[in-house]
């Protein structure tokens, strides 16, 4: 079985520019989730969905970022304008409500650069 | 305070050997549930071993084992006869609440385990 797929792998953009970040959660996934990882702030997250709905949106870290769930199969995470501090990698990760203990599986994420 | 305390910096352990890698948490909930990722050099992240606030028995996972003690509010890793491939971070994490109500995960800062051939 596919895991949850993120794309690009790697992005490396200019400050100023939009950046839109993919991902695919594992089929039947009802959540979705959207993490940064740095050095400094370690791995936290961004927001997350339930059936397609965002139910916490408070670890966007301001207006530039945004993120939606069109369909049950794609997500996006943007960021407009990009800032070098926005640099990190980027997870995204699903989990079924189904499951007792909800544990979340992760993508490869996203290794953006912003120069 | 922090919700998940990680203070091993990092770990060695000679292979084949098990090595305990600790994690406390601070919760007021009655329900939450404990976590361990793994996240090799590549990068990706690796689920490996969860443990339910009301599970009475220590959660195991082929080689990975929790060792939950409630009242002291740890939840510590052991990995047993380990291998050159189990180096890397390992993060413990927690969801507060019921599953249903809050699915959201915080992280500790991780601890790095090498061993040694």
């Known amino acids: 079985d596919a895991g949850v797929i993120q794309s690009p792998r790697h992005e490396v953009t200019e400050m100023g520019q939009e950046v839109t970040l993919r991902c695919k959660p594992i089929?039947?996934?009802?959540?979705l989730f959207w993490y940064r990882q740095t050095m400094m702030r370690g791995l936290e997250l961004l927001i997350y969905f339930n059936n397609n709905v965002p139910i916490d949106d408070s670890g966007m870290p301001e207006d530039r970022f945004s993120a939606k769930m069109p369909n049950a199969s794609f997500s996006t995470l943007k960021i407009q304008p990009s800032e070098p501090r926005d640099s990190a990698v980027y997870f995204c990760?699903?989990?079924?409500?189904?499951?007792?203990?909800?544990?979340?599986?992760f993508g490869p994420g996203t290794r953006l650069t912003v120069t | 305070a922090q919700k998940i305390t990680q203070t091993q910096p990092g770990m060695f352990v000679q292979e084949k050997e098990a090595v305990t890698l600790d994690c406390t948490y601070d919760?007021?909930?009655?329900?939450?549930?404990l976590f361990w990722y793994k996240q090799p050099s590549s990068g990706e992240m690796i689920f490996l071993i969860y443990q339910g606030s009301y599970d009475e028995q220590n959660a195991t996972e082929g080689r990975y084992s929790l060792n939950f003690q409630k009242a002291r509010k740890s939840a510590n890793l052991v990995i047993s006869a380990s291998q050159l491939g189990d180096s890397a971070m390992y993060f413990c994490a927690m969801r507060e609440g019921y599953a249903g109500a809050n699915s959201k995960l915080t992280f500790g800062k991780g601890i790095t385990l090498s061993v040694r051939p």
């Open positions: 919760t007021s909930d009655q329900s939450y549930g």
């Open positions: 990760a699903s989990s079924y409500g189904g499951s007792p203990s909800y544990e979340q599986y």
């Open positions: 089929s039947g996934h009802d959540y």
